[in-house]
């Protein structure tokens, strides 16, 4: 007498479903609105991300002391050194990359282009890496507004201590050294966090490599063909949700920190300086990267709605998912489209002197 085989366990979300495979792509869809909009305004962002690198160019052939805070925000945003604006150009790649990884998790998933190829193979580790990937570049951007406030405090804090140390007639020599100490401590700082930047979010995403990826039909307001990526076989079964998070929660409560700090430290140099003194470039760089540093918090807005409707559950993650694009876009925006229109280093000179905060 046979044994009848088992029958093979069926395939989650919407793989081999024949109604999935058979799907036509519509371009009249809020999905595909959302996958043709960054054209307007991503292409002049570029520019403004590569004009930033070009000046970062320059400050390091000209041996600017602002050199490791630009190389920072640089990386951030084509990853979205040691001196305020490096640091700025730093963030500007680190947001780049993770705009491009998030295209093609929510934005080309959500709209179709994909649903048909999905339904017609198995899950796979190729859905898992484009996951991984998404979440590894997410959870990196949260270090760096942190490390840019922490640097910018360094800069308004250090230099008026050490100058108080030396007496008046050794001000200008004060002062040189005041800079140079500041520079070698922002140096140091961001050759050390840059390495653990780039470590740390395999502590939040490890679970992920036992994993295989596979594509689920996105519930409402999403319509048919819409699909989102999830995964299973993790380890220990672990899920990414408190892991984003503790993520969130922490960074974002560090950097609120470390701005209000900030904040404080500007309202203080504001009242001591005298009215010509606030004209010059020195205080308007100051302000310029205090503005840059608070629009770095809204890197985590995106991540915020997404953590608190997860735990609300029900069709309110759809609904933060498709929301979730225009946050993303405002994270990798906003910082240096602030920082090109604040900045007097991006203001055409009147005379021939070259004057650096």
């Given at each position: 007498?046979?044994?009848?085989?088992?029958?093979?366990a069926?395939?989650?979300?919407?793989?081999?479903?024949?109604?999935?495979?058979?799907?036509?792509?519509?371009?009249f869809?809020?999905?595909?609105?959302?996958?043709?909009?960054?054209?307007?305004?991503?292409?002049?962002?570029?520019i403004?991300?590569?004009?930033?690198?070009?000046?970062l160019?320059?400050?390091?052939?000209?041996?600017?002391?602002?050199?490791?805070?630009?190389?920072?925000?640089c990386?951030?945003?084509?990853?979205?050194?040691?001196?305020?604006?490096?640091?700025?150009?730093q963030?500007?790649?680190?947001?780049?990359?993770?705009?491009?990884?998030d295209?093609f998790?929510v934005?080309?998933?959500?709209?179709?282009?994909?649903?048909s190829?999905?339904?017609?193979v198995?899950?796979?580790?190729?859905l898992?890496?484009?996951?991984?990937?998404?979440?590894?570049f997410?959870?990196?951007?949260m270090?760096?507004?942190f490390?840019?406030?922490?640097?910018?405090?360094?800069?308004?804090?250090?230099?008026?201590?050490?100058?108080?140390?030396?007496?008046?007639?050794?001000?200008?020599?004060?002062?040189?050294?005041?800079?140079?100490?500041?520079f070698?401590?922002?140096r140091t700082?961001l050759?050390?966090?840059?390495?653990?930047?780039f470590?740390?979010?395999?502590?939040?995403?490890?679970?992920?490599?036992?994993?295989?990826?596979?594509?689920?039909?996105?519930?409402?307001?999403?319509?048919f063909g819409?699909?989102v990526?999830?995964?299973?076989?993790?380890l220990?079964?672990?899920?990414?949700?408190?892991?984003?998070?503790?993520?969130?929660?922490?960074?974002?409560?560090?950097?609120?920190?470390?701005?209000?700090?900030?904040?404080?430290?500007?309202?203080?140099?504001?009242?001591?300086?005298?009215?010509?003194?606030?004209?010059?470039k020195?205080?308007?760089?100051?302000?310029?990267l205090?503005?840059?540093?608070f629009?770095?918090?809204?890197?985590?807005?995106?991540n915020?709605?997404?953590?608190?409707a997860?735990?609300?559950?029900?069709?309110l993650s759809?609904?933060?998912?498709?929301?979730?694009?225009?946050?993303?876009?405002?994270?990798?925006?906003?910082?240096?489209?602030?920082?090109?229109?604040?900045h007097p280093?991006f203001?055409?000179?009147?005379?021939t002197?070259?004057?650096?905060?």
């Amino acid at each position: 007498m046979s044994v009848p085989l088992p029958s093979p366990a069926p395939l989650p979300g919407i793989h081999r479903n024949e109604s999935y495979i058979n799907f036509e792509v519509s371009f009249f869809t809020f999905p595909m609105l959302l996958l043709v909009l960054p054209i307007f305004y991503m292409p002049v962002t570029i520019i403004i991300i590569l004009r930033i690198f070009v000046k970062l160019l320059y400050a390091i052939k000209d041996k600017n002391v602002n050199v490791p805070l630009f190389s920072a925000i640089c990386i951030s945003h084509i990853m979205a050194s040691c001196d305020s604006r490096e640091v700025i150009q730093q963030i500007n790649f680190q947001c780049l990359l993770f705009f491009i990884c998030d295209f093609f998790y929510v934005r080309l998933m959500t709209s179709g282009v994909f649903t048909s190829w999905c339904a017609s193979v198995l899950p796979n580790r190729y859905l898992i890496i484009l996951y991984a990937t998404t979440f590894y570049f997410n959870y990196a951007n949260m270090l760096f507004p942190f490390l840019v406030s922490t640097m910018r405090l360094i800069l308004f804090a250090y230099p008026q201590n050490q100058a108080k140390v030396l007496t008046r007639d050794d001000l200008r020599c004060s002062v040189c050294l005041a800079i140079l100490s500041t520079f070698q401590i922002n140096r140091t700082i961001l050759r050390t966090a840059l390495p653990i930047i780039f470590i740390y979010p395999f502590f939040s995403i490890f679970f992920m490599f036992s994993a295989e990826g596979f594509c689920v039909q996105a519930r409402s307001p999403f319509p048919f063909g819409s699909v989102v990526i999830a995964f299973r076989g993790s380890l220990f079964e672990l899920r990414n949700n408190y892991f984003l998070l503790f993520n969130n929660l922490f960074w974002m409560s560090s950097c609120l920190i470390n701005n209000s700090i900030l904040l404080v430290k500007l309202v203080q140099l504001k009242m001591s300086l005298s009215f010509q003194a606030r004209s010059q470039k020195s205080y308007k760089a100051e302000v310029s990267l205090t503005f840059t540093t608070f629009s770095m918090i809204f890197s985590y807005l995106s991540n915020s709605m997404i953590v608190i409707a997860a735990q609300l559950g029900g069709e309110l993650s759809y609904y933060a998912i498709m929301l979730r694009p225009f946050g993303n876009d405002l994270e990798t925006c906003v910082v240096p489209w602030v920082f090109y229109l604040t900045h007097p280093i991006f203001r055409r000179k009147t005379n021939t002197l070259r004057v650096f905060p």
